[in-house]
């Protein structure tokens, strides 16, 4: 069983850095990809402050599909293009959304919402998926969260079988 020893108050950087290390001793030797981001949701859950849902969206057909998450139940299915997470998968780059009811197209799967960063997951050239991270406050993400994030996917990518995701 995987202790998270992540210190509380660590700058952004630190706490993405503890993040992205802690990832490899939670999900070592466990060959189930569902289960490492259903684990891995959980980790951001429980680490970041101030959000309000966090999990994955992964590629089925020509969708987005609700993989595992930690939050509110969400919307099962978004099109590429539509809403942050398929205009970031469309255009395979992180958005970050100070305010969502400000970008043309969002999808309120919670109306609690108001922020939201989106971290495309791309392995071997093929898009798999993306990271959706959630708050209820305004401007809750910066270029540290991308980055940090950005991080935290590269860490996820040699730990799951992405053709079983």
Wanted: hydrophobic share 40%; with cysteine.
């Amino acid at each position: 069983m995987h202790t998270q020893t992540i210190p509380r108050g660590a700058s952004k950087p630190e706490l993405y850095r503890e993040l992205a290390a802690s990832l490899g001793g939670l999900l070592e030797g466990e060959p189930d990809a569902i289960a490492n981001l259903a684990n891995a949701s959980g980790l951001l859950a429980q680490t970041l402050e101030g959000i309000n849902w966090c999990g994955f969206y992964l590629v089925r057909g020509g969708d987005l599909v609700l993989g595992p998450f930690q939050g509110k139940p969400a919307c099962v299915r978004i099109a590429f293009g539509k809403g942050v997470c398929g205009t970031a998968a469309e255009r395979r780059e992180t958005l970050v959304v100070p305010d969502v009811h400000e970008f043309p197209g969002h999808i309120a799967c919670d109306e609690a919402s108001r922020s939201e960063i989106v971290v495309p997951i791309v392995s071997r050239g093929k898009l798999r998926g993306v990271l959706d991270v959630d708050a209820p406050t305004v401007g809750r993400f910066d270029g540290e969260d991308r980055k940090g994030l950005e991080a935290f996917v590269a860490a996820l990518l040699p730990l799951v079988d992405w053709r079983r995701a």
